[in-house]
């Protein structure tokens, strides 16, 4: 194909940056589990250190890792990618590269936990300012713009309370402001959103979750936009060693060449769930973009390509109630993270949001009785016949007064 640009979705998930390894014809990327390269002479070695193309030591590129770079900075319309070894260490390097002390960024306030947390305990040892703001009204960020603004960090949908963030808006302001603008697309992949040709400069992804998708690796990863902004990340990335292993890279282009298949069946799983979970007596609320009544449904049509696989709601009876539940679920498995083939179920505010103080997780709007349910690729009939179990149990036990 000679441009798998241009192709499809799925195509490009699985050819994207990808070739037949020259020497040995292996269709899959091998594994180049080594620490370090040999160099035909000292010449070439300094060739090498001084920016000729090659390879020199695994934390500076390794070529199992530079091919899914090559893949996600392909889905993402990106310049290039960094692997990283987890989502957090590609978040701190996006930080260490931005923020210097009295440099202030603007962040969304319900950001995944420790996204929030090392800014208001790490960094702020080292005089980053940050302001926390809904960033569902973009007006929100604009008016937090300060001239020391250097970085506009954005997470959209928001976990857990999916809430979007105008992502074109948001590039605007950071650019007005002389700022950069980060995206977590880890809750759409790439597979339904591309914040950089919406105008952000950088994405991040959590590849621990959709894009691996089988709950067996942690792994992270940054792209830019442009080659300066990479080139500046990565001088930062691979001297504070958050970097990716080749094995580690290996099991997620392995997991992610089925990304597109996952995600469309997940999502008809979440959006039939959302569904039923509307209907449902024993729910109080239910959030999931892909509803109308969702208060961002036309945004998540505008910039998405669709609402994706995770569903918030409460259930009636309170955090009693909506303890019975979870510890009513037999298919569904209580843990936290979510994008992997199996459904998981979890309670932000007693697990994956604890370290967020109540008033805070009151203002970012993490209500306690919040259930997350990342829906996986089961059969749809199964999951809501073990969702109804555990309505009836919870409920059950709510009438005893248990
Ligand atoms: C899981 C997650 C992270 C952190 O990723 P790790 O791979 O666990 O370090 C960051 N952002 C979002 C939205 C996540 O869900």
Same mark, same amino acid.
């Given at each position: 194909?000679?441009?798998?640009?241009?192709?499809?979705?799925?195509?490009?998930?699985?050819?994207?940056?990808?070739?037949?390894?020259?020497?040995?014809?292996?269709?899959?990327?091998?594994?180049?589990?080594?620490?370090?390269?040999?160099?035909?002479?000292?010449?070439?070695?300094?060739?090498?250190?001084?920016?000729?193309?090659?390879?020199?030591?695994?934390?500076?590129?390794?070529?199992?890792?530079?091919?899914?770079?090559?893949?996600?900075?392909? #889905?993402?319309?990106?310049?290039?990618?960094?692997?990283? =070894?987890?989502?957090?260490? *590609? &978040?701190?390097? $996006?930080?260490? !590269? @931005?923020?210097?002390?009295?440099?202030?960024?603007?962040?969304?306030?319900?950001?995944?936990?420790?996204?929030?947390?090392?800014?208001?305990?790490?960094?702020?040892?080292?005089?980053?300012?940050?302001?926390?703001?809904?960033?569902?009204?973009?007006?929100?960020?604009?008016?937090?713009?300060?001239?020391?603004?250097?970085?506009?960090?954005?997470?959209?949908?928001?976990?857990?309370?999916?809430? #979007?963030?105008?992502?074109?808006?948001?590039?605007?302001? =950071?650019?007005?402001?002389? *700022? &950069?603008?980060? $995206?977590?697309? !880890? @809750?759409?992949?790439?597979?339904?959103?591309?914040?950089?040709?919406?105008?952000?400069?950088?994405?991040?992804?959590?590849?621990?979750?959709?894009?691996?998708?089988?709950?067996?690796?942690?792994?992270?990863?940054?792209?830019?936009?442009?080659?300066?902004?990479?080139?500046?990340?990565?001088?930062?990335?691979?001297?504070?060693?958050?970097?990716?292993?080749?094995?580690?890279?290996?099991?997620? #282009?392995?997991?992610?060449?089925?990304?597109?298949?996952?995600?469309?069946?997940?999502? *008809?799983?979440?959006?039939?769930?959302?569904?039923?979970?509307?209907?449902?007596?024993?729910?109080?609320?239910?959030?999931?973009?892909?509803?109308?009544?969702?208060?961002?449904?036309?945004?998540?049509?505008?910039?998405?390509?669709?609402?994706?696989?995770?569903?918030?709601?409460?259930?009636?009876?309170?955090?009693?109630?909506?303890?019975?539940?979870?510890?009513?679920?037999?298919?569904?498995?209580?843990?936290?993270?979510?994008?992997?083939?199996?459904?998981?179920?979890?309670?932000?505010?007693?697990?994956?949001?604890?370290?967020?103080?109540?008033?805070?997780?009151?203002?970012?709007?993490?209500?306690?009785?919040?259930?997350?349910?990342?829906?996986?690729?089961?059969?749809?009939?199964?999951?809501?016949?073990?969702?109804?179990?555990?309505?009836?149990?919870?409920?059950?036990?709510?009438?005893?007064?248990?």
């Amino acid at each position: 194909m000679d441009d798998v640009r241009r192709a499809g979705p799925h195509t490009r998930i699985i050819h994207g940056g990808q070739q037949t390894d020259l020497e040995t014809g292996a269709v899959s990327t091998p594994i180049f589990q080594s620490s370090t390269f040999a160099f035909a002479d000292a010449e070439q070695g300094a060739e090498r250190f001084g920016g000729a193309p090659g390879y020199k030591y695994t934390r500076l590129g390794n070529p199992t890792v530079a091919a899914l770079e090559r893949n996600i900075a392909l #889905l993402e319309h990106g310049y290039g990618a960094l692997g990283a =070894a987890s989502g957090m260490a *590609a &978040i701190n390097t $996006v930080y260490l !590269t @931005f923020l210097s002390q009295d440099s202030h960024a603007i962040v969304t306030d319900c950001v995944y936990g420790p996204t929030r947390t090392i800014l208001e305990t790490e960094y702020a040892r080292f005089g980053v300012q940050v302001t926390f703001v809904d960033s569902s009204h973009p007006d929100n960020v604009a008016r937090a713009v300060r001239p020391n603004t250097k970085l506009i960090f954005i997470e959209s949908p928001a976990n857990p309370t999916l809430k #979007l963030t105008d992502i074109a808006r948001c590039a605007d302001i =950071a650019h007005r402001a002389g *700022a &950069i603008l980060a $995206v977590d697309n !880890t @809750f759409a992949s790439p597979f339904l959103q591309n914040p950089l040709q919406l105008g952000a400069d950088v994405v991040i992804h959590s590849m621990t979750k959709f894009i691996n998708g089988h709950t067996d690796v942690v792994a992270g990863i940054i792209v830019a936009r442009q080659e300066d902004v990479l080139e500046r990340l990565r001088s930062v990335h691979v001297n504070l060693g958050g970097t990716m292993d080749p094995h580690q890279a290996w099991l997620v #282009l392995r997991g992610l060449k089925t990304l597109g298949l996952r995600m469309e069946r997940a999502q *008809a799983n979440a959006r039939a769930l959302a569904y039923y979970l509307q209907r449902h007596a024993a729910v109080k609320w239910v959030n999931y973009p892909g509803l109308v009544d969702h208060p961002q449904h036309d945004l998540m049509r505008r910039q998405m390509r669709g609402p994706g696989a995770i569903v918030c709601f409460g259930v009636r009876g309170g955090l009693e109630a909506g303890r019975r539940f979870i510890n009513s679920v037999e298919l569904a498995t209580l843990a936290v993270s979510l994008g992997g083939i199996e459904t998981l179920i979890e309670h932000p505010a007693s697990m994956t949001h604890a370290g967020v103080s109540a008033e805070e997780r009151r203002k970012a709007g993490i209500a306690d009785d919040l259930v997350r349910i990342a829906v996986g690729c089961e059969d749809y009939d199964d999951l809501e016949k073990d969702l109804e179990q555990a309505f009836e149990k919870a409920m059950a036990g709510e009438e005893a007064g248990v």
